[in-house]
């Protein structure tokens, strides 16, 4: 086993391979049903970053069967939001995807997590609208997650909870327009937040701005272990910032999650 | 004005999400006001801001709180919870105690006013859902108490408006303002009262008389400015003394010379009234025919005389029971808009204590102490200026329209 650069320990996530992956519904504007998957092609792209995982990255990944029905389920960062022994799980937004919720909260239970469920009617994506930052849990509002979930997020892990505002349809999730970096830094696309939203970021870290057909690419949709960046392909500039700054990108095809808009990021749950 | 309090809580000033709801009030038309904001106490605490927001129509408030709705803001559907009196004189455990901020309470999905309101008391709804603000002695069993804070929602004070009469003023105690242009103010304000409908309440101790300011406020009264005058048994005994026997506590008036067993005048002015029955009589049988409390008797103007222990007689007028003479001066200070507090601790602070916030309060003493315990004691709408009483009596007299002294 490979160890990371995050102190000595295997960086853990949570993956669901696309054994029913498609396109059944729209609901975000990526998704469009005349524009399906080839389900094939999928899978070999999410194997390859399997791979890119487990061996240039050196994480642990642990699998979730995917449920048939639950077309969506691969996207597994929205299962929750996982620290310590706790799992917060998610209350979507559309019901098209609560079906993923107890198949979620029934693996966090059998592997060993104590699984809390959100206040009632707070609607809250998991990791995809929460990302931890340094001394912050970054959280994203207002199109998929409510903003009562970052109050009830900040008392479970007692942590600063900075809510940012997403305005913008096709950056639904924070994990798909901010990407932290270490403690201190994130790259982010600004025009997916609101002017609120942007000074906060900028006041708290150090930040690369993505550009807008890099942002479109999910640039910011990367899995970050240690010092290697695994993201979407098509991102030159992210990926020459990156460089720049010690960071080991490693780019992957993900044209046919990026349908149903999801890309790296989307596919992995951070477990630890 | 439509207003709802809500509340924000969260990490609220990291994320600016309470300037961000501070400016969509704003943006829609509304107005806001933070009534309590508690930082958190370490990094990872949440803050919590209590907000009052208000709008010129309830759709725009409507509007105002769905919108703010989506950044966190909460709003309050909690009722007030209530407790019957478990005994006549008794509130149940954890009554909301009142202070005398305007209050209004949460009672069948609306909000009704506690009016009048008054400090250290209790909110009792009688049935057909009236409200009303009352203190322990007047709870009977079974009584409907509000108990905690849920639903209760208190209005501060609000920023004076500078071209108010007394807006220069400052709530602190001074002997250093300018005493004539406070003055001034208050006849403004006297003059506002009675413009719009508004009784004026003067509260005065023995030391008018003691200073020879006596004939002041008897012009003052003679002259129809003053609605109620809230006094012990001294002020009532000198005023009479005086009027009898031309001395305050057996000093003359006219020219401070000690009177010979004049020390027992007061005594001898109390006693002839109570011979008299009260002080109505003896202004209709003649015998008392001028001083403050004739001029009460002649131009009609209400009086409370409150006994204390230490008073001679009393004068047959003086209400020795003091909760009956609680009951009386509150019975006397609905519509009260401006209460003027003369030279006496006891009966302003008393008086302090059933003044809702809203009325405009003055107190003059020649010794801060007593200006400084009316507003300890929560009466913080008050101003105080520290002068001698006659100075302030004979300034007031001079400036109020149509006083002949």
Sequence with gaps: MTEVCTGNQTTRVMMCAPAHYSLEYEINPWMRLENRPDTELAAEQWSKLYEVLTTEAGAEVSLIGQVEGCPDMVFTANAGLVRGEIALLASFRHPQRALEEPHFAEWFSQNGYTVYMPPTGCRFEGEGDALFAGANLLAGYLKRSDICSHRWMAEMFSTTVLSLELVDDRWYHLDTCLLPLGDNRVAFYPGAFDAYAQTVIRHHYETIEVELDEALRFACNAVVIGETVVLPNGCPHLEANLRKLGYKPVSVEMSEFLKSGGASKCLTLLLN | ?405
């Design chain 2, 1 to 405: 004005m439509p207003s709802e309090v809500v509340r924000l809580e969260g990490h609220i000033i990291d994320s600016l999400t309470l300037s961000k709801v501070m400016d969509i009030i704003l943006r829609e038309g509304g107005e806001y006001h933070i009534q309590r904001f508690a930082m958190g106490a370490t990094r990872s605490d949440p803050s919590h801001a209590d907000i009052e927001v208000s709008a010129p129509d309830a759709a725009t408030l409507d509007r105002i709180l769905h919108m703010t709705q989506q950044h966190g803001v909460q709003r309050s559907t909690g009722e007030v919870n209530l407790v019957a009196a478990p005994k006549d004189g008794v509130l149940p455990e954890g009554f909301y105690s009142t202070t005398n901020l305007p209050t209004r309470i949460r009672l069948d999905s609306t909000w009704t006013p506690v009016d009048p309101i008054e400090m250290d008391c209790a909110i009792v709804v009688k049935s057909e859902g009236i409200v009303e603000c009352l203190p322990m002695h007047r709870v009977v069993k079974g009584d409907r108490v509000v108990v905690g804070d849920q639903g209760v929602h208190v209005t501060p004070v609000e920023r004076r408006d500078p071209d108010d009469a007394f807006g220069f003023m400052g709530s602190e105690v001074s002997t250093e303002r300018p005493k004539a242009l406070v003055v001034a103010a208050i006849v403004q304000a006297m003059l506002d009262a009675r413009g719009q409908g508004g009784r004026i309440l003067f509260v005065g101790g023995p030391a008018i008389l003691h200073t020879g300011a006596g004939r002041f406020l008897e012009a003052i009264i003679k002259a129809g400015w003053i609605d109620v005058l809230f006094a012990g048994n001294a002020l009532a005994t000198h005023d009479i003394e005086r009027a009898l026997f031309g001395t305050s506590l057996g000093v003359e008036i006219a020219t401070g010379n000690s009177m010979a067993h004049g020390h027992e005048n007061h005594l001898r002015a109390i006693n002839r009234i109570r011979g008299c029955g009260s002080i109505r009589a003896a202004v209709e049988n003649g015998t008392l025919t001028s001083g403050i409390m004739h001029a009460c008797i002649t131009t009609g103007t209400d009086f409370v005389l409150a006994g204390s222990i230490r008073d001679d007689g009393p004068l047959p007028d003086v209400i020795t029971d003091t909760i009956k003479a609680q009951d009386a001066m509150r019975s006397q200070v609905k519509g009260v808009a401006v209460a003027l507090m003369v030279a006496t601790t006891l009966h302003s602070v008393a008086t302090g204590n059933l003044l809702p916030a809203s009325v405009r309060t003055l107190c003059v003493d020649s010794d801060a102490d007593s200006v400084i315990k009316l507003m300890d004691r929560g009466t913080h709408q008050a101003f105080g200026i520290v002068t001698d009483c006659e100075f302030f009596l004979k300034e007031l007299a001079g400036r109020l329209p149509g006083v002949e002294v």
